[in-house]
C-alpha cells in the first residue's frame, strides 16, 4: 500500500511525533509498504518530479533526528518553513495524502489528537488510522472525559476544570487543595503538567501552565504505583508498570530517554487489578466512541485500588513507548503492531467516507 506517515506539526509533543514516526515507517517499509515520512507543518520543501514518485523515495523520506530532553522551540520551528504562511499544513501535504491508500496518524498532542486533522481528513475523502474526529476531541479535552468516567462510575480523582489568568494564581494558590495534579487541558507526554506539593510549587506550577493558555485540570494527587493498559480493536492488552529511574514521577524525560524508567510489562499486579482496568479502560475507550487503539492511566493506591487518570487516542510509538511493550507481551512484534493498526483503520473507515 502507498501510505503516508504524519508527523511533526505544530505541538509541544512534536519531537515524540518524529521518533514516532521514523520507526512506524521504516516497520511498514520493512513489510513492504510503499511507506513515506511527512512533517504535517513543513511538509514536502525540495522534490523533483511527479509528488506520486515520493512513494518510491529509497529512503522513504526518513531523516534522522534526536528526540531530545527538552520539548521543541515551535518559533524556531515555524521559522523553518519556507515562505511562511498561518496553515498547520505544510507544502503538499494534503496533496500527497490524497495520493495514499491511508495516512498512518503519528501525530501527538493538540496537532493530531484534537479531532481537526481528522475533521479535515473526512472533508476531503483520505483515509487515516485511529479514532474519528469527534471521539478524538473528546478524549483530548480531560475534563470532557473526566465527565464520562463519572458517568461510567469509573473511579477517578477528585477533580476541577479551572480558565483563569495570572491575576487570580493566588486566589487559585490559596484554594486548591495540596498535594495536587495540575494539568492542561488537553496537554501529553507529561508536558503541561505538575504535581506541585507546596503553595510555592503550585504558584510556580500556575505560572508556567499560563504558556499553554490557562485552561486546566486540577485534581487530587494520588500516590500510588503508575500502571497503563492498551486497548487494540476490540480487547485490551496487558498492563505495564511504569517506575521512574529518578524516583520523581513519570515525566517527559523519564517517558522517552532510554534509561529514564523501568517499565514492567506484564505489570506485577493481580489478575483481578489488570482485567479491572482492562475492562475500565475498554469502556471508556468504547464510550467515547474511539476505534483502533487506545492507551489508558491509571494510578494503583496503596491499597490496591485502581484510579482512571485519562485516556491517550494516538499513544507513543517509540521504541521507549508504552503500547509496543503491551503488543510484544501479548506476542506481537513492533510490525504486527503497525499492520493492525492499519487493517483495523481500514476498517474503520468504511462508510465514514
Known amino acids: 500500500m502507498k501510505i503516508v506517515v504524519l508527523c511533526g506539526g505544530l505541538s509541544p509533543e512534536r519531537n515524540v511525533s518524529l521518533a514516532s514516526g521514523r520507526e512506524i ?13 511527512v512533517d504535517m507543518f513543513l511538509g514536502v520543501e525540495e522534490r523533483e518530479g511527479e509528488l506520486s514518485a515520493l512513494f518510491d523515495a529509497p529512503d522513504g523520506l526518513i531523516q534522522e533526528g534526536s528526540l ?21 499544513f505544510g507544502r503538499d501535504v494534503l496533496e500527497i495524502c490524497t495520493l495514499a491508500d491511508i495516512v498512518f496518524l503519528a501525530l501527538h498532542g493538540a496537532c493530531g489528537e484534537d479531532g481537526r486533522v481528522q475533521a479535515t481528513f473526512d472533508l476531503l475523502g483520505i483515509p487515516y488510522t485511529g479514532a474519528g474526529y469527534l471521539s478524538s476531541a473528546m478524549a483530548m479535552d480531560k475534563a470532557q472525559t473526566k465527565h464520562v468516567m463519572e458517568r461510567l462510575r469509573i473511579p477517578t480523582p477528585s477533580w476541577r476544570e479551572i480558565t483563569y489568568t495570572e491575576a487570580e494564581i493566588p486566589a487559585l494558590t490559596a484554594e486548591i487543595p495540596l498535594p495536587c495534579a495540575v494539568k492542561c487541558i488537553n496537554g501529553g507526554s507529561s508536558l503541561g503538567m505538575a504535581l506541585p506539593e507546596t503553595a510555592g510549587e503550585l504558584e510556580a506550577a500556575l505560572f508556567a501552565l499560563l504558556r499553554y493558555g490557562g485552561h486546566i485540570v486540577a485534581e487530587e494527587k494520588i500516590r500510588g504505583r503508575d500502571i497503563t493498559v492498551g486497548v487494540l480493536g476490540d480487547r485490551y492488552l496487558p498492563a505495564v508498570e511504569m517506575i521512574p529511574k529518578s524516583g520523581a514521577y513519570f515525566d517527559y524525560v523519564s517517558k522517552y530517554q532510554v534509561g529514564g524508567a523501568s517499565e514492567l510489562c506484564p505489570a506485577p499486579i493481580t489478575d483481578e487489578q489488570w482485567r479491572m482496568m482492562g475492562e475500565q479502560a475498554l469502556v471508556l475507550h468504547q464510550t467515547l466512541g474511539l476505534t483502533v487503539y487506545s492507551r489508558t492511566d491509571f494510578i494503583l493506591d496503596g491499597a490496591g485500588n485502581p484510579w482512571c487518570l485519562e485516556i491517550n487516542t494516538l499513544p507513543g510509538m517509540t521504541a521507549a513507548s508504552l503500547l509496543p511493550k503491551e503488543a510484544a507481551a501479548a506476542g506481537m512484534c513492533y510490525e504486527d503492531l503497525c499492520e493492525e493498526i492499519v487493517h483495523l483503520s481500514i476498517e474503520a473507515r468504511k462508510g465514514s467516507i
Do not use: I, K, N
Open 68 to 88: 531530545g530532553e527538552q520539548e521543541p522551540d515551535l518559533a524556531a520551528v515555524r521559522a523553518q518553513r519556507r515562505g511562511g504562511g498561518a496553515s498547520l
Open 25 to 37: 515507517c521504516r516497520a511498514l517499509r520493512r513489510r513492504g509498504h510503499r511507506a513515506v515520512l
